[in-house]
């Protein structure tokens, strides 16, 4: 990322500058924190009228404030983030919880409105829904007790549950915003006393670079403060059925793990090996032990792990395998290259599908999951492009 290039030479390059410009204090920068709200309607009236957010944005040509428009996409992550930001600095661990189950019930409409209800009344939402498929989103101090809830809401086929402590990555993430903060207010000195043409436009383009540096970890941190903020469960129930209609119960055992591939769970994942990747731009890792995942401020997630090749296959039988198995769930099937990885590209049914991509590598006696989900055709325009070149391994770790 940005922030990740700036060093000894952008603090050379501020000594050379400050050399022909006069001294000057930085402005002094007034903030202020919302107000914590614990209504769970507050999020949908945050997401459509959310505060204003302005930064300051410099390139050739522009002077200092001038203030350019926030997108619609990051303003939402900021007035989520506001609902729910943790203390500056962190007085507690941040924990991010995300749980699956799988629920075998009599009458499936009821439970996913049972369902709906015990995330709203618990200061949550439903993030997504579609068919018997619910995603939650819910306070991480209620995680175990709406779970907990959920079991009881039928018979338990499938469930897990992992914890992911991002403390860690929040106050790193934070020290860079401040190291960077503390350089754009000495470029901002700089400029408002830079006599010379030839340094305004060499302060300007350092300037522009490091606010967009900025801008990209504002965003980052507003992430890892939602995530340690609201966890995640995604439900899915089904109605009794007789056991020779069960295609998993009918499937060869070795490769009954493929019915259990989900866009919105990461139970195949957690039983793998970690299979650790570059972080796409844009993105946040979560953790640097377990499961490698990481997450965008739009709710697309990548996440990849390792597993014995069993039954001994190539990547043509592998990618079919999984085609068989899980194409009849979706509209349609989309196979493409990145690397050494081949992509199977499901897409879902509906107006505005999801896109769910499962990319298989074998390597030696290793068979290299890479499993992606873009909520929306917006955020795969926005962020697929830059997951397809770290499985092409034209990212740098």
Not at 58 to 64: I, R
Not at 129 to 152: M, N
Not at 283 to 306: C, I, M, N, P, Q
Not at 353 to 373: I, K, M, N, Q, S
Request: charged fraction near 25%; glycine fraction near 6%.
């Amino acid at each position: 990322m940005r922030w990740r290039r700036w060093g000894a030479g952008l603090v050379a390059g501020l000594a050379t500058l400050a050399a022909g410009c006069v001294k000057a204090e930085p402005e002094a920068v007034s903030t202020a924190q919302p107000s914590l709200s614990a209504q769970a309607g507050s999020f949908g009236a945050a997401m459509a009228d959310p505060a204003p957010i302005s930064r300051r944005a410099f390139s050739k040509g522009m002077h200092a404030g001038d203030l350019e428009p926030q997108t619609a996409a990051r303003r939402a992550v900021f007035a989520l983030a506001d609902l729910a930001a943790p203390p500056k600095p962190l007085d507690r661990r941040l924990l991010h919880y995300t749980g699956s189950l799988d629920l075998q019930v009599t009458a499936p409409t009821d439970a996913l409105a049972k369902a709906a209800a015990l995330a709203t009344t618990s200061g949550g939402y439903v993030e997504r829904a579609h068919e018997s498929t619910l995603v939650l989103r819910v306070p991480v101090a209620r995680f175990h007790e709406v779970f907990d809830a959920l079991q009881a809401l039928g018979t338990v086929l499938r469930k897990s549950l992992t914890v992911e402590d991002i403390s860690d990555a929040y106050r790193a993430t934070d020290l860079r915003l401040a190291t960077l903060r503390a350089t754009r207010d000495r470029l901002q000195a700089l400029l408002a006393h830079a006599k010379d043409e030839k340094d305004r436009v060499t302060i300007l383009a350092q300037l522009e670079e490091v606010i967009e540096s900025i801008d990209e970890l504002e965003t980052a941190l507003a992430t890892l403060s939602t995530l340690g903020a609201l966890s995640r469960i995604t439900l899915e129930v089904k109605a009794p059925a007789p056991v020779h209609e069960d295609p998993v119960e009918l499937d060869l055992a070795a490769l009954r793990w493929i019915h259990v591939l989900s866009a919105t769970r990461y139970e195949v994942a957690d039983r793998g090996e970690r299979l650790e990747l570059a972080v796409p731009e844009g993105f946040v890792a979560l953790g640097s032990h377990g499961l490698f995942r990481v997450e965008a401020a739009d709710r697309t997630t990548l996440w990849a792990s390792r597993r014995t090749n069993e039954p001994r296959g190539d990547a043509a039988f592998w990618v079919e395998a999984i085609e068989r198995r899980l194409a009849p769930g979706f509209s349609r099937v989309e196979p493409s290259r990145a690397g050494g990885f081949t992509i199977l590209e499901l897409v879902e049914r509906g107006d505005d599908p999801y896109r769910y991509w499962v990319a298989v590598r074998v390597h030696d006696g290793d068979l290299d999951l890479a499993e992606a989900y873009f909520p929306s055709a917006q955020e795969y325009r926005r962020h697929g492009d830059a997951v397809r070149a770290v499985l092409a391994g034209e990212v740098s770790r």
